[in-house]
């Protein structure tokens, strides 16, 4: 196997979000500007709004029939209230926005287009939807997941780690990394026990890989691929830093990657392997 990894790099990448309406909007990029203007601190607030003057960004609504239906039972499995499953249910029209922007730092197709959905939210008290997910954000989670003067929001609060049964172990993957250009991280096989700490494992290897493929985008002229390590190294403080949080000790462990059909990028090994990285990372004999 080589040493490096070679990951397509598309040309654009989209967020979209969806506000479920109680009525229509007479103007609803002019509420989302008002909105911004007066509760977005900068930079994210010059980012917005800059956004939303340009073809980069639009704002559709329309009577909720004429879009497709939301999932209500993924938006229920993901959380959602049963007091915003009925608010979704019952609106008789939606705004559904959209960004796009390229590959790269900052993702501001995905800040902008929550921050203008959350704008529209909060102004109508109306419940909104990350269509990516799915999942219905909450005002609180959502105001928290988008960067503030003091620097860029936790990766959790971008990133899903679902896990599924099977008779060999557990399949556990990163549903987020796709929004920022990646293929998702995924480990096949995963006993039981070993769930929550390969888990966490994996949250700070999604960390570190999308450090990496940030890293490795220029800021000028778009490539076609790039490069990243097959063999990465992770530790704890890149797990504290995916959740937003400080971590004084350095112990690292270095996972290989496989870039697989889909594409999706494959971390980890047998059993045991997984068992001996879970150990050496966060100590004992075993991860249970």
Same mark, same amino acid.
């Given at each position: 196997? *080589?040493?490096?990894?070679?990951?397509?790099?598309?040309?654009?990448?989209?967020?979209?979000?969806?506000?479920? =309406?109680?009525?229509?909007?007479?103007?609803?990029?002019?509420? &989302?500007?008002?909105?911004?203007?007066?509760?977005?601190?900068? /930079?994210?607030?010059?980012?917005?709004?800059?956004?939303?003057?340009?073809?980069?960004?639009?704002?559709?609504?329309?009577?909720?029939?004429? #879009?497709?239906?939301?999932?209500?039972?993924?938006?229920?499995?993901? *959380?959602?209230?049963? &007091?915003? =499953?009925?608010?979704? &249910?019952?609106?008789? !029209?939606?705004?559904?926005?959209?960004?796009?922007?390229? /590959?790269?730092?900052?993702?501001?197709?995905?800040?902008?287009?929550?921050?203008?959905? *959350?704008?529209?939210?909060?102004?109508?008290?109306?419940?909104?939807?990350?269509? #990516?997910?799915?999942?219905?954000?909450?005002?609180?989670?959502?105001?928290?997941? =988008?960067?503030?003067?003091?620097?860029?929001?936790?990766?959790?609060?971008?990133?899903?780690?679902?896990?599924?049964?099977?008779?060999? @172990? !557990? !399949?556990?993957?990163?549903?987020?990394?796709?929004? #920022?250009?990646?293929?998702?991280?995924?480990?096949?096989?995963?006993?039981? +026990?070993?769930?929550?700490?390969? *888990?966490?494992?994996?949250?700070? =290897?999604?960390?570190?890989?999308?450090?990496?493929?940030? +890293?490795?985008?220029?800021? @000028?002229?778009?490539?076609?691929?790039?490069?990243?390590?097959?063999?990465?190294?992770? @530790?704890?403080? +890149?797990?504290?830093?995916?959740?937003?949080?400080?971590?004084?000790?350095?112990?690292?462990?270095?996972?290989?990657?496989?870039? +697989? /059909?889909? /594409?999706?990028?494959?971390?980890?090994? &047998?059993?045991?392997?997984?068992?001996?990285?879970?150990?050496?990372? #966060? @100590?004992?004999?075993?991860?249970?």
């Amino acid at each position: 196997m *080589g040493e490096n990894l070679t990951l397509p790099v598309p040309e654009t990448l989209y967020g979209t979000y969806a506000v479920a =309406l109680a009525e229509p909007l007479a103007d609803p990029a002019a509420l &989302a500007h008002e909105h911004v203007t007066r509760h977005t601190a900068p /930079p994210l607030r010059d980012l917005v709004r800059g956004m939303l003057g340009s073809p980069m960004l639009t704002l559709d609504q329309r009577p909720a029939a004429d #879009f497709p239906p939301l999932p209500a039972d993924l938006l229920a499995a993901y *959380g959602a209230a049963a &007091a915003d =499953l009925e608010a979704i &249910a019952a609106a008789p !029209f939606v705004v559904a926005v959209r960004a796009a922007y390229r /590959p790269g730092r900052p993702p501001a197709h995905e800040w902008a287009s929550r921050a203008v959905a *959350g704008a529209l939210g909060a102004a109508t008290g109306s419940p909104v939807i990350d269509v #990516f997910t799915p999942q219905v954000l909450t005002p609180a989670r959502l105001l928290r997941s =988008l960067p503030g003067p003091e620097g860029a929001p936790r990766l959790t609060d971008w990133m899903l780690l679902p896990h599924t049964s099977s008779a060999d @172990g !557990f !399949f556990v993957t990163t549903k987020g990394l796709a929004r #920022f250009g990646l293929p998702e991280l995924q480990t096949e096989n995963v006993p039981p +026990d070993l769930v929550e700490p390969w *888990g966490r494992l994996l949250n700070g =290897l999604a960390r570190r890989v999308l450090d990496l493929w940030l +890293d490795a985008l220029p800021a @000028g002229e778009q490539p076609l691929t790039v490069d990243i390590p097959e063999t990465v190294t992770v @530790g704890l403080r +890149d797990i504290a830093a995916a959740q937003g949080t400080d971590e004084p000790l350095r112990r690292e462990v270095s996972v290989r990657l496989r870039l +697989d /059909p889909g /594409p999706v990028l494959t971390a980890g090994a &047998a059993p045991d392997r997984l068992d001996t990285l879970c150990a050496a990372l #966060f @100590g004992g004999r075993t991860c249970r």
